[in-house]
């Protein structure tokens, strides 16, 4: 479109105003932006309504709000939309006065949508305009995704009428797509029958129609010429009721088709009459395009915060779950960071190779003197020290491991039983594809993995602490190996919170290993040695249980729900809100002081600052 | 009385095949409550509850609703199908705003009408009327409903029709040209009853408002639409009720089916077929599981391992070794033994009949399960759990799962009790080291008799007292063999006996185990298997109650 066209054809409001239009679309498209990113994927109540409205939304911002509001001079679409059965295919046949779509008695019978137009309108129609989904085509279809383009000099210019299918059959995809096109109408020309004024489907759309106060004309088809008072009486009052008592009725009377499908001329005269008369109106045409228009940016202002609305819960509901993941597993760190640091693991299996392996008593006595290495070489070749050494590291591996797996599994359990509480939660559980109420099938290999490797690197740990004191008597006697084991005592005492009874047992078996370490390294190295080799331990649990946590939180992040949607959202609806009130009150200015071009441009110059 | 009245009315319901069908999903319903969707459950006892109460309504008696759209003309089929102008008809939408009943033969309908909810005000009855006897005979037993519309502005009326089409026991959906694809009657209605066919007619009314050459391909159109929504071979009736064309037809097809005395109990059937099927597809259709003995075994351990059975077990044949060795040990070492304290004491496993009547069971000080050994059993009984919910829908393992983990909390008390509690047998040290003690005695004191006479006799020679004649057994003096004897002998037996006390320590050990665990697997049977074996067997219930109600 070029500006002269929009100067040539009308929109007087716009053309005062071109910043405004701009800047109104603008902010539509921006608000466009934000519906789009507002996917609410989580199955949170309501949140199916409120993603078919955004769907809508976003269909109607493309199809209809913002084309229409960048050609506002293009002609008038009535679009005739109704129940299956009604008559719609016979009703534009005869308005146009020939054949241009197929009526039929097998329901459905229009599946894909015609528009009719004046030959010289065809530039408004095209591919990038209103309806941009819609492929165009010139013959007659069955494909839903095409828009039949009938040019017929009968149509007066400045007005097309488009047959919409069915809003109320089985087929669903009629009524998806009668319900789009029903919301791209600068002009509703609704029509319904005598058996069907009463259904609550038409009249579903009739009250959103209301509610966004578009432009609304109602024929009553079908109706048999000796109830026509009964019913239109009923129906007016249907309509006053439904707060659409400024719609136009008109009655089609029950009568016998021709056989090219045409009502007789003088059934359809009024509304012909009615339509030709709008058409050549251009003021009636252009206010009955800028109300639904402005009915539409109402509306879509209006319903974006209950969508913003939906989208905040979303965004709750995703930081719910994604808190709920995190306390389950930071639980199970902790609860493995405890077991592991109060010298319970010492008990049982640990202890016992611990205490096969460093004697009886004997060790520490031999520590005290300084003289036991010889002694200890021999009962260690005697009694094969070296894989006593082996059976501790093994029995420590076989306990972190039991531990590390079961508080997996059950910060599994807790994790999945607190998504399994909502909806939503299901839901993703259900779609996640694995059974998310379990350690991963590899956990356990990666569990000993990762405990193995802590093994390693405490070895290693002394090994480097050891290099410059190999020749120590007392290292050489217990070698790497067994030095490590006894750092592995030290670390599982760490916390030294055992009592009672426990004291004596796991806290002695950790006394033995601290001396013996010290009297090796020293006892600043073993403290240093043993928080380091804690920290080791920890960082590597809770990275295996992080790796856990991810199955989670991982299918939190695909769903892309971003904490700014909402308030976007909302912002993009004010600022068209804000756009609406400033147009309203110059044109109410307009209305108050219609005197000539140049005040008003200085009136608005005075608005500006 | 009422109860009486009630049992024979029960009776006579199970009597009958259906009965137990009814039966079967009342019984399955009950025992899945709480272990799945309750929607479905309430869903199911809701169909029960119908069916059972129908059941005892009139046999002789059948419903039929006729149901459709606003102005698809119900009431005139209704009206056409009486003979009577009972029903308004009106071209104002929605007409029919209640349900009308006509019945041919009232006897015993009464708790019918009743249960339907059909106000005496909206009753007639056909045979009190003057009627031409050959059409009455036919319908006699025809409950005959003109239902309000299910598609217009009245939510009310909605609410009506659900209600009665799902007491009616055969169903006629009057469709019309304009309005026989609507989705309002096919998502509703005709697509969920695709389990009753059998008691479904489909009317495509105002047939004369179609052209004579389109009439044909209309009714192949409304078969489609059927078909696809599951309904294939519901016969499709076309009428015109304002020219009273096929309404003879219908009026014999539907007296014809009411003859037959089948339609309720097919629809009843139908019904239940479904809401079993739904709480079927809810609960899972694996057989019932078994515990597997490996596992349960392998849960006492874990729970024996937690319990500190090792530990105590341990201090029960130390304890044993100590005190057998201070009974049958040399009198003169093993009163030192005296000074170390009793492992069983330690433990407070050991406090004697005084004790425990004092404290009752009293705690022990076992070490309370670590960490590690928590965590086995953990494992342990969610592998039980796993095993057991295998082939069980999501709803039913977790409900297990729950079961299983429901009375662990009580787990350490319980065990502890369970120790406590269990006769070690290690109190009494065994007859035998009492005789022998007695006979250690006996050496000590011969020997010390030995002593005390050589000593006598050093004194006397020391002395220079005459020496008293020494009796001699065999060459050797007697008090030197009663010192040497009594030594030796004491030796050698305390020798011997720590051997034979180390096979009864051992033999206690095993003994206290034995007994240890088969305390222990009793809380684990309480505690553990029990709550799952109550959730297989509500689970079994909902099977047989299930494969009663699909029979």
């Given amino acids: 479109m070029t500006h002269d066209d929009a100067t040539a054809d009308g929109a007087p409001d716009q053309r005062r105003h071109p910043d405004a239009t701009t800047a109104m679309v603008t902010a539509l498209v921006r608000l466009r932006g934000a519906l789009q990113e507002a996917q609410l994927p989580l199955e949170l109540p309501g949140a199916d309504e409120q993603r078919?409205?955004?769907?809508?939304?976003?269909?109607?911002?493309?199809?209809?709000v913002i084309p229409?509001?960048?050609?506002?001079?293009?002609?008038?679409?009535?679009?005739?939309g109704g129940s299956t059965g009604a008559g719609k295919s016979t009703l534009v046949n005869s308005l146009v006065g020939t054949r241009v779509t197929a009526p039929g008695v097998l329901r459905p019978t229009t599946r894909s949508p015609v528009l009719v137009h004046h030959p010289d309108d065809a530039r408004w129609f095209g591919q990038d305009r209103l309806l941009p989904e819609l492929e165009r085509v010139d013959r007659q279809t069955n494909d839903p995704a095409a828009l039949q383009l009938v040019p017929s000099p009968v149509m007066a210019p400045g007005l097309a009428v488009l047959d919409a299918p069915d809003i109320d059959s089985v087929e669903e995809q009629n009524r998806v797509l009668a319900a789009q096109l029903l919301a791209a109408a600068d002009l509703w020309l609704f029509v319904t029958s005598a058996a069907r004024y009463a259904d609550q489907v038409p009249w579903d759309f009739l009250r959103k129609a209301a509610d966004r106060s578009a432009a609304v004309a109602i024929v009553l088809d079908r109706t048999p010429p000796e109830a026509v008072d009964t019913i239109t009486t009923h129906l007016a009052r249907m309509l006053a009721s439904r707060g659409l008592k400024d719609s136009p009725l008109f009655v089609v009377e029950e009568g016998q088709v021709s056989d090219m499908g045409l009502l007789p001329a003088s059934s359809v005269m009024e509304i012909r009459q009615w339509l030709r008369a709008l058409a050549d109106d251009q003021e009636a045409r252009q206010s009955v395009v800028q109300q639904t228009l402005d009915g539409a940016i109402r509306t879509l202002a209006r319903r974006t915060h209950s969508v913003a609305d939906a989208a905040t819960e979303q965004v709750d509901a995703v930081r719910r779950l994604r808190e709920d993941a995190n306390e389950a597993y930071d639980r199970a760190v902790t609860a493995i960071g405890e077991a592991s640091a109060d010298g319970t693991l010492l008990r049982g299996e640990v202890l016992a190779r611990w205490q096969e392996f460093v004697g009886t008593g004997e060790l520490l006595?031999?520590?005290?003197?300084?003289?036991?290495?010889?002694?200890?070489?021999?009962?260690?070749?005697?009694?094969?020290?070296?894989?006593?050494?082996?059976?501790?590291?093994?029995?420590?591996?076989?306990?972190?491991?039991t531990l590390i797996l079961e508080h997996a599994e059950a910060a599994a359990e807790r994790a999945e039983a607190s998504w399994r509480s909502t909806a939503a939660g299901q839901i993703l559980l259900r779609d996640a594809g694995e059974d998310l109420g379990r350690a991963s099938r590899d956990f356990r290999r990666r569990a000993e993995r990762a405990v193995r490797d802590w093994q390693s690197d405490v070895l290693e740990m002394v090994r480097t602490e050891g290099a410059e004191k190999r020749s120590t008597a007392r290292f050489l006697a217990f070698g790497v190996n067994g030095l490590s084991v006894a750092l592995m005592v030290v670390v599982f005492a760490h916390t030294a919170g055992v009592t009672g009874a426990e004291a004596g047992i796991a806290g002695g078996s950790a006394i033995l290993g601290q001396k013996l370490l010290e009297a090796v390294f020293g006892d600043q190295a073993v403290r240093s040695l043993a928080e380091r080799a804690r920290l080791r331990l920890e960082a590597s649990i809770r990275d295996l249980l992080d790796a856990e946590r991810r199955r989670y939180t991982d299918l939190l992040d695909t769903?892309?729900?971003?904490?700014?949607?909402?308030?976007?959202?909302?912002?993009?609806?004010r600022k068209v809100d804000d756009l609406r009130f400033a147009s309203a009150r110059r044109a109410s200015e307009a209305v108050a002081a219609p005197v000539q071009e140049p005040p008003r441009v200085s009136g608005r110059e005075g608005d500006a600052p | 009385m009422t109860s009486l009245l009630e049992g024979a009315k029960k009776l006579v319901t199970r009597s009958s095949d259906t009965g137990a069908r009814v039966e079967g999903l009342e019984r399955a319903a009950e025992a899945a409550r709480g272990r799945v969707d309750d929607a479905v459950v309430d869903d199911a006892a809701a169909v029960a509850a119908r069916a059972s109460s129908r059941l005892k309504l009139s046999a002789e008696h059948t419903v039929v609703a006729l149901g459709g759209a606003t102005g698809s003309g119900k009431s005139s089929t209704f009206n056409a199908l009486s003979g009577l102008e009972l029903a308004a008809v009106g071209v104002r939408r929605p007409t029919t705003s209640w349900a009308t009943a006509v019945v041919w033969g009232k006897q015993g309908?009464?708790?019918l009408l009743e249960w339907l909810g059909i106000p005496a005000r909206h009753q007639v009855t056909r045979d009190s009327m003057l009627s031409k006897a050959d059409e009455d005979v036919e319908m006699r037993g025809v409950v005959l409903l003109d239902l309000p519309d299910h598609d217009s502005t009245e939510v009310s009326h909605h609410l009506e029709v659900e209600r009665l089409v799902q007491l009616a026991d055969m169903m006629v959906w009057v469709l019309d040209p304009q309005k026989y694809a609507d989705a309002a009657i096919h998502d509703r209605f005709l697509k969920p009853l695709a389990g009753h066919k059998d008691v479904m007619l489909v009317v495509l009314n105002h047939i004369d408002t179609v052209p004579e050459d389109r009439r044909a391909g209309m009714v192949d159109d409304v078969r489609r639409l059927l078909e696809a929504d599951g309904l294939g071979g519901v016969p499709v009736l076309p009428v015109s009720a304002r020219h009273g064309w096929g309404i003879q037809e219908l009026r014999s097809m539907i007296a014809k089916r009411v003859a037959e005395k089948k339609v309720t109990r097919s629809r009843l059937e139908a019904d239940v077929r479904s809401a079993a099927h739904r709480l079927e597809a809810a609960t899972g259709t694996g057989k019932v599981p078994t515990l597997s003995k490996e596992r349960i075994a392998a849960l006492d351990d874990a729970?024996?391992?937690?319990?500190?059975?090792?530990?105590v077990v341990k201090a029960v044949a130390d304890s044993t070794r100590m005190r057998a060795n201070r009974a049958t040990g040399w009198p003169v070492t093993a009163w030192f033994s005296r000074l170390k304290p009793d492992p069983l004491k330690r433990l407070h496993l050991d406090l004697g009949a005084v004790g425990k009547e004092l404290t009752g069971t009293a705690r022990t000080s076992v070490p309370q399960a670590t960490g590690v050994q928590r965590a086995r059993v953990d494992t342990e009984v969610r592998s039980l759990a796993d095993q057991v919910g295998e082939g069980m829908a999501p709803a039913w393992a977790s409900a297990v799962r729950a079961a299983s983990v429901s009375r662990l909390p009580d787990l350490g008390d319980r065990l502890d009790r369970a120790v406590a509690a269990t006769d070690l047998g290690a109190t009494k040290i065994p007859a035998w080291a009492g005789l022998v003690r007695v006979l250690q005695y006996v050496l000590v004191l011969a020997a010390i008799v030995g002593a005390g006479w050589l000593a006598l006799l050093a004194l006397g020679s020391y002395a220079r007292l005459p020496e008293p004649p020494?009796?001699?057994?065999?060459?050797?003096?007697?008090?030197?063999?009663l010192l040497l004897g009594g030594i030796g002998l004491g030796l050698l037996l305390a020798l011997v006996c720590r051997w034979l006390v180390a096979m009864t320590a051992r033999s206690r050990a095993r003994a206290a185990d034995k007994r240890l665990r088969d305390a222990i697997s009793a809380v684990s049977a309480e505690l553990v298997v029990q709550p799952i074996e109550a959730e297989l067997a509500s689970y079994a219930a909902v099977r047989e109650g299930l494969a009663a109600a699909l029979r």
């Fill in chain 1, 52 to 64: 078919a409205a955004r769907t809508e939304m976003v269909d109607q911002l493309e199809d209809y």
């Fill in chain 1, 68 to 80: 229409r509001l960048m050609t506002l001079e293009a002609p008038l679409l009535a679009v005739v």
């Fill in chain 1, 365 to 401: 006595r031999s520590l005290e003197t300084r003289v036991g290495w010889i002694r200890d070489r021999v009962v260690n070749a005697v009694k094969g020290k070296p894989q006593q050494a082996e059976r501790v590291t093994v029995a420590v591996e076989s306990g972190l491991e």
């Fill in chain 1, 559 to 573: 769903l892309e729900v971003s904490p700014e949607t909402p308030e976007r959202m909302r912002a993009a609806a």
């Fill in chain 2, 109 to 111: 309908a009464e708790e």
């Fill in chain 2, 303 to 311: 729970f024996a391992d937690a319990a500190g059975v090792p530990t």
């Fill in chain 2, 470 to 481: 020494t009796p001699e057994v065999g060459s050797f003096p007697l008090p030197t063999l």
